[in-house]
């Protein structure tokens, strides 16, 4: 009998179960195959509960049992979990168990979370989103044992999970099955034997590429039961199928007006596959792609298409490109992984237009994460344990960084992040993963994110006769994981100022063309990207490999003299790869060739000769990125530090006269700038302190 020949609103479980029991053995294929009595029987080989039931197939069996489903979910979920238990002692007599659960995957229509509303209350809905946030597993009553205080064998027992739910059974003066009235104060609780079952709590967000300029991003809390619990973790992008139901919020008084608030509780979820890219790209986009491939001047084409309303900056943004479209990661023969992704830091005057180049690189990237250093919430740019006011449960919250997995996040004010995301943004920069371990939550979230911040410098402006680490409150061991670093000044200069201003002037009366004359179209610029990203994988030729290697060992050469800086370490080798690679998947080639890789080298030379030039050499000293400190200058700070535990040493209480360090160094050969420099460096620092005026001591 089909759900249509009976009155829907006389349905009971009993005779959904009925019609399931048909589906489930009946329904074929399209190869003619039993589909769900061959899903019942690999239940039993995975140890599995749990029958996943397509939407399409049930729509296409019975129309109105799909309506059913989409109007009264819990009554035709209950019935059709009976039919799977049925068919299963037939199908798998050996691998029976007392409760089995029907999912349902595949809904036709996602409604957005801002578009939820009352009509979807008591609805089977689908929603689409981000997991913020995940508590640790609890455990929920699935059924309830009361015992008599007085009268041990009377007892209630009560399926709290069944439909209709049976817990008001025990209000005082309800009547049971035998007539006796009851009162709730008479029994307690018999935990022991109780049965229980694995509860979850996430929060699912709209996901940010697909935020309403100037919105909040909308939330809802899911609940997970049975083996739906942690079947995904944050910066997840999943599909909830699930019934919207009602909580009162806390606080509501009884007899008065209360205030709902809406909740899932989840039926099914779906995680969205590898391909984090989850742009259409239709065959016209694919031939138009494939098309521009083909000009000679494709990679000048997609920089000139970055953020085309800034003037300049042709480098920089080529550096740019090379991070939209990354590097290949790679596994290596004994695991470890190796970072494809491209990490740029702009150190930078005010007003250089270092945010908008954040900005519009976020709303090109097909996954891009635009935050501040500070963040939005407790999770700043990594993660972070969080307490729920209202509840006091423990929640595991991402950070932009897992929101981002898989794309780019666009992290403005970089230098003013949270010192706690200070320790494990190491992390996740090198390993692409963040681990968290705080009031029982163990975790390990996936990062893989490139990361393009923008950083003020520490004295409101660049100074040019600084090293980067001391124009940056930074730690070094950050500063040294970024691939490219591009310093952007504001230095007067006539010619520049002139093109700039006119720039500017015709951007705002409107009668700017030749920028946006020859240029992609932002969303072809993204689906270039997005193709290029999922399909191409290049490798490098013999020709990229020599060309890459020459560089290498020549730039190491230079530091063969033991009283010579190191040029380059291995990190950067590892970054000209990268860079090879990204400027090669902007061409389209699965080949890195010669121009790519001396492409790829002139980008490295640049940063390296505005980031990481000795001012007192006029050589190319990497340890200043690295370390913080040219090679010249640490082997004065070495002296210094010698000369100052010397006159300690002389000392009753250790203390050292400042004027007396000067005196001794300028004896050495130091001069008297750079020991008072370096004296509140080591302040800074924590390595000395004044004990009173005019000394010095080390901690």
């Not at 489930?24 to 996943?52: P, Q, V």
């Not at 199908?91 to 009352?118: C, H, M, W």
């Not at 455990?139 to 999970?161: E, F, G, M, Q």
């Not at 929640?395 to 932009?400: C, F």
Request: charged share 30%; glycine share 6%.
């Amino acid at each position: 009998m089909g759900i249509g020949e009976i009155k829907s609103i006389d349905i009971d479980v009993e005779e959904y179960t009925q019609v399931f029991v048909n589906f489930l053995k009946t329904f074929r294929d399209k190869n003619g195959e039993f589909k769900y009595r061959k899903r019942i029987r690999r239940m039993a080989i995975e140890k599995s509960t749990s029958l996943i039931i397509d939407f399409e197939d049930l729509l296409e069996y019975d129309m109105n049992l799909a309506t059913e489903l989409i109007e009264r979910p819990r009554r035709v979920i209950e019935g059709a979990s009976n039919a799977v238990k049925i068919v299963a002692e037939t199908e798998i007599p050996d691998f029976i168990r007392e409760r089995y659960t029907a999912r349902f995957a595949g809904l036709q229509e996602l409604v957005p979370l801002r578009k939820i509303r009352s009509r979807h209350i008591n609805k089977l809905i689908a929603v689409e989103g981000i997991v913020t946030r995940i508590t640790p597993i609890k455990y929920l009553i699935r059924k309830a044992v009361y015992v008599n205080k007085y009268n041990p064998a009377d007892r209630i027992i009560i399926d709290t999970l069944g439909y209709p739910r049976t817990l008001t059974a025990i209000n005082g003066g309800e009547e049971l099955e035998k007539g006796l009235k009851i009162r709730k104060s008479d029994y307690e609780l018999l935990l022991e034997e109780c049965e229980f079952v694995e509860w979850q709590k996430i929060v699912l967000q709209e996901k940010p590429e697909e935020l309403p300029p100037g919105q909040m991003p909308r939330s809802i809390e899911v609940v997970f039961l049975e083996d739906l619990v942690d079947s995904v973790r944050p910066g997840d992008r999943v599909v909830v199928t699930g019934i919207l139901s009602l909580e009162s919020e806390r606080g509501a008084k009884r007899g008065k007006k209360s205030i709902y608030k809406t909740y899932i509780e989840a039926n099914y979820v779906e995680t969205k596959g590898k391909d984090v890219f989850e742009v259409e790209i239709t065959p016209e986009d694919e031939e138009t792609i494939k098309k521009l491939a083909s000009r000679p001047d494709i990679k000048d084409l997609i920089i000139r298409s970055i953020a085309p309303s800034i003037h300049g900056y042709e480098t920089i943004k080529k550096g740019i490109a090379c991070l939209l479209f990354g590097g290949e990661p790679k596994i290596l023969p004994d695991g470890l992984r190796v970072r494809g992704d491209i990490h740029i830091l702009l150190v930078g005057d005010p007003g250089t237009a270092k945010s908008q180049l954040l900005r519009f690189v976020s709303s090109i990237a097909p996954r891009g994460v635009f935050t501040t250093g500070k963040g939005s919430t407790a999770a700043g740019l990594t993660a972070a344990v969080v307490r729920e006011k209202t509840t006091g449960d423990f929640y595991l919250e991402a950070g932009a960084l897992v929101l981002a997995d898989g794309g780019i996040a666009c992290i403005d004010e970089f230098d003013k992040m949270d010192p706690r995301d200070r320790v494990s943004i190491h992390e996740a920069m090198e390993q692409q993963t963040i681990s968290i371990a705080k009031a029982g939550i163990v975790a390990t979230l996936n990062a893989r994110a490139a990361i393009l911040a923008a950083a003020n410098p520490a004295y409101g402006r660049y100074i040019p006769d600084r090293t980067v680490s001391e124009n940056i409150d930074l730690p070094i061991t950050i500063i040294s994981r970024f691939d490219l670093i591009f310093v952007i000044t504001d230095v007067p200069n006539e010619e520049k100022d002139e093109a700039l201003a006119r720039h500017v002037v015709r951007l705002h009366s409107g009668r700017l063309e030749k920028p946006y004359v020859d240029i992609l179209p932002p969303e072809l610029l993204k689906k270039y990207i997005v193709y290029a990203r999922r399909y191409i994988h290049p490798k490098l030729t013999k020709e990229a490999e020599d060309k890459i290697v020459e560089f290498y060992v020549k730039m190491r050469k230079r530091s063969e003299d033991p009283n010579s800086p190191i040029a380059i370490t291995p990190r950067q080798l590892e970054a000209l790869i990268r860079l090879a690679e990204a400027i090669a998947k902007m061409r389209l080639s699965e080949w890195v060739t010669e121009e790519d890789a001396q492409e790829a080298i002139d980008l490295m030379l640049y940063f390296l000769q505005s980031v990481g030039l000795d001012l007192d050499t006029k050589s190319i000293d990497i340890d200043i990125v690295m370390t913080g400190k040219p090679m010249s200058q640490r082997d004065k700070f070495i002296k210094l530090i010698e000369l100052i535990n010397e006159l300690a040493k002389e000392s009753k209480d250790k203390s050292v006269k400042v004027k007396d360090v000067i005196e001794r160094a300028e004896k050495e050969g130091l001069e008297r700038a750079f020991v008072k420099k370096a004296i509140e460096h080591l302040k800074k620092e924590g390595e000395l302190y004044e004990p009173r005026p005019g000394y010095i001591k080390k901690i």
